[in-house]
């Protein structure tokens, strides 16, 4: 079983930066990738970067690549997703999800383990 602990959302104005932090508390697996999703109101939710644990290896959306970056912190279980020059666009809740995997997985599908979502606002 896996525990995903995401936070750091707020309220923002365009242009901003904000980090959102991913802490998993337990991890029963060798490896595993963490990615990021996003949802906003009335829409899908959808990929926006991951990271594997092993090597660091990261993957974007096109939507927020050059902005967006994820990595892992000095404590091996903790994640980071630094998101700058934000975007009304980009208000959304944020997701952290965990999949016992080895790849970069950008199929929501594919994370079995959920966070609770933070909310990330980004005003014009």
């Known amino acids: 079983q896996v525990v995903l602990d995401d936070s750091g959302g707020g309220v923002v104005q365009a242009g901003d930066s904000l980090r959102l932090s991913c802490a998993v508390h337990r991890r029963d697996f060798i490896s595993f990738t963490i990615g990021w999703f996003r949802q906003a109101p009335g829409k899908e939710r959808e990929f926006v970067a991951a990271?594997?644990?092993?090597?660091?290896?990261?993957a974007y959306a096109d939507s927020v690549r050059g902005r967006f970056s994820t990595s892992r912190g000095g404590a091996a279980n903790t994640f980071y997703l630094q998101m700058n020059s934000l975007k009304p666009e980009d208000t959304a809740v944020y997701f952290c999800?965990?999949?016992?995997?080895?790849?970069?997985?950008?199929?929501?599908?594919?994370?079995?383990?959920w966070g609770q979502g933070t909310q990330v606002t980004v005003l014009s």
């Open positions: 990271i594997t644990w092993n090597d660091g290896r990261t």
């Open positions: 999800a965990a999949a016992m995997s080895y790849s970069i997985l950008t199929d929501l599908d594919e994370y079995k383990f």
